[in-house]
């Protein structure tokens, strides 16, 4: 029942920008965007979240769009380390709802 | 300041034995979650506890699964008489408040022989 839809998996070159769409076009109006990633098995890690506008922080930057059916996940300088599972997450209510993710793989 | 902390970090046990996973929020946190991630699966909401309350239990199996979280110490998901489907990581998050953003521990691996 996840309310996001990714591209199974992207790759990148090492020092590239990685852009990683996601689609939630059922998204209701005060429904947050998450974004998350998980490391071979680890806990998932927090790295962004939004609502209607752009958002940046030292890990990323989230891009929204106007109607906010979409968004994209930037990671400015991809790292070998940043090669993980990436969900895009519509936060309803107080749950998580994962989705398969995409597995961003960065290649040197 | 410590993250979310979880333990056993690995946990082995034989089908129709008890298992007792242990969550420790994040220093001011009051608001706990647990997901389930089976092999090669995404992460599934199990609960939502607030201290001494259960929120929102929607995603737990209706037998043999568990939670709380006292007034003192850490939360605790139960499962009692396991068995080889609950071989899984079991990953705990907390949040400052109901509507803020959770953070997740490492996670217990639970293997049910």
């Known amino acids: 029942d996840a309310k996001t839809t990714q591209p199974p998996s992207m790759d990148c070159a090492e020092g590239r920008a990685a852009n990683l769409p996601c689609n939630h076009s059922t998204i209701s109006g005060n429904e947050y965007v998450y974004w998350y990633r998980q490391i071979h098995s680890q806990g998932p890690q927090y790295i962004i979240h939004?609502?209607?506008n752009n958002e940046t922080n030292e890990m990323a930057s989230l891009i929204i769009t106007e109607d906010r059916k979409s968004s994209t996940l930037i990671l400015p300088h991809a790292t070998l380390r940043d090669t993980a599972v990436y969900y895009c997450?519509?936060?309803?209510?107080?749950?998580?709802?994962f989705g398969a993710g995409t597995i961003l793989r960065v290649k040197s | 300041n410590a993250g979310v902390m979880q333990n056993p970090r690995h946990l082995v046990r034989r089908r129709g034995q008890e298992a007792r996973l242990r969550c420790s929020p994040m220093?001011?946190?009051?608001?706990v979650y647990w997901y389930r991630q089976l092999p090669e699966e995404g992460l599934k909401f199990m609960v939502y506890l607030q201290k001494e309350n259960i929120i929102d239990e929607s995603g737990m199996p209706k037998e043999r699964f568990s939670a709380e979280f006292p007034k003192e110490g850490p939360s605790i998901l139960r499962i009692q008489q396991v068995v080889r489907g609950d071989s899984a990581a079991y990953f705990c998050a907390s949040s400052l408040g109901g509507a803020e953003t959770q953070y997740f521990g490492p996670g217990t691996r639970l293997l049910v022989l």
């Open positions: 939004g609502l209607k």
């Open positions: 997450i519509v936060r309803v209510r107080n749950k998580l709802v």
């Open positions: 220093k001011g946190h009051s608001h």
